[in-house]
């Protein structure tokens, strides 16, 4: 087993998530970090956000992460051998105004992960983009459209509930891998 | 009035503040309600970590406001738009008719 010091970010998410899961908390992957898994570590963030699920209980999660040597820092829990750290959001785990329906699994050598899917991680990177106008988010979702498969259609009927058909309209062929 | 379902004064204060503004700050908010700042501030923390706003910087202050990307936004803000009706004409003029247009520096009243 590799130690937290030589962990990637996605590795590391799935060492936490394992030994939560232990306990019985279920937590996800999502935000900058699931870009970075689904963009090869083209792009990395210093923060991983696992979204807690239904009724998670803040105690049995400070509980773990002091096991493995993290430290609470207001809302974030870093760790001396590594420059990530690690944020547990409240959730309910959403892509805007639609609860997030398929959570993805993959076995690394550090753990199972558990992140939303390549579909719902662009959704989730449009949002900077339509509400804030944020050029970086959007070239996050594209990164992540071209280097792995998505529903497009999912994606446009997601932006028309969210009222933002016409921004979606002028992004969409960006989207289409070349 | 929204006590029993958001567990605090100073949440309702936040929340329906936001909702008649748009956007505020603490001392703004405190100062609006005459109530203390810290209180004011644990919950703007509060409901920021739980994704129900979000800040941004602007110099020196702290600029919160409701956070589009919020999955229970527009019921949320259904909710406290009834609560302002309930809320005394007086009030509710103040929080909503602020000055919002721009005032070159200086410029006497």
């Known amino acids: 087993m590799k130690s937290i010091a030589e962990m990637t970010q996605v590795e590391l998410a799935a060492f936490v998530q394992s030994h939560l899961q232990e306990k019985g908390v279920s937590v996800i992957l999502s935000g900058g970090a699931s870009v970075a898994f689904y963009s090869d570590n083209q792009y990395v963030s210093a923060d991983l956000d696992l979204i807690c699920t239904l009724f998670t209980k803040q105690r049995v999660i400070e509980e773990v992460m002091q096991r493995l040597g993290f430290s609470q820092k207001g809302r974030y829990f870093t760790h001396p051998d590594t420059t990530f750290f690690v944020e547990f959001p409240p959730g309910p785990l959403s892509v805007g105004k639609e609860p997030v329906q398929k959570i993805e699994e993959y076995e690394l050598e550090t753990g199972i992960l558990k992140i939303i899917s390549p579909t719902d991680c662009v959704k989730d990177r449009l949002l900077g983009y339509f509400y804030w106008g944020d050029r970086q988010s959007l070239q996050q979702a594209i990164l992540v459209a071209h280097m792995n498969p998505i529903d497009l259609a999912e994606i446009e009927r997601w932006a028309t509930e969210e009222g933002k058909l016409s921004d979606f309209g002028k992004i969409r062929e960006q989207l289409i891998r070349p | ?109």
Not at chain 2, 35 to 41: E, F, V
Request: proline share 6%.
């Open chain 2, 1 to 109: 009035m929204l006590e029993p379902i958001l567990g605090s004064t100073n949440s309702e204060r936040v929340l329906i503040f936001l909702t008649a503004r748009e956007e505020g700050y603490a001392r703004e908010i405190a100062r609006f309600f005459e109530t203390g700042l810290a209180p004011i501030q644990q919950q703007l923390e509060k409901l920021e970590f739980g994704g129900v706003l979000v800040s941004r910087a602007a110099g020196r202050t702290r600029l919160y406001s409701l956070n589009p990307r919020y999955p229970f936004l527009d019921e949320l803000k259904a909710i406290l738009n009834k609560a302002l009706t309930f809320y005394p004409e007086d009030l509710r003029e103040d929080l909503t008719m602020n000055r919002r247009r721009p005032r070159r520096a200086e410029k006497p009243l």
